[in-house]
């Protein structure tokens, strides 16, 4: 999806960049891809399996404050339910992301029942329900948020644009990817 999205040769940050998967994928697209990965064991991966691309720099490491300007910023993998407040987040992206970029998100899908088996998901469906988001108690510090909930944190620098699943998605998709433009 994200690469469908960017326009040919644009710049890219892969937030939350893991192991460097996505970020191979850019750089070996023609992105010049910055990635950022506070995980030094998930860094110490990407390392390794972008080690070509990181020695050509098409793919450059950042560190906070993000000191890019890129087209495009992508998190994978449920980065962002580590968050507890994204406001904070995207005023820091609305620095990184160019004019009519974008920010494109995939999310833990707080309506997903195929979590209604755990006792976790139905002591916070009333709390999902009433406040738009819960946290789960746990090491990793989850949350899982409503997509209206994240999109007023990123406004009034983004605009939620498009959001996959609609429907019955909701109910059968372990993931939803929320798109925001830069307004």
Known sequence: M???????????????????????????NGHLTFVYEPSKAMYECLEQHCRD?????????????????????????????????HTQLFEELSRVVQQGGFVLASMLNPYYLGDARYGWWRANVIKLMRHGRYAIPSESGVHRFAPQVVARAAAPHFRLERLIPRGLGWATHLYMFLLFRRL
């Open 53 to 85: 691309e990181i020695a050509s720099k098409t793919i450059v490491a950042v560190a906070p404050p993000l000191n890019c300007k890129v087209q495009a910023v992508t998190a994978n993998f449920a980065v962002l339910d580590h968050f507890a407040d």
């Open 2 to 28: 994200a690469l469908d999205l960017l326009p040919a040769g644009a710049d890219v940050l892969d937030f939350g960049a893991g192991t460097g998967i996505d970020a191979k994928a850019y750089a070996a």
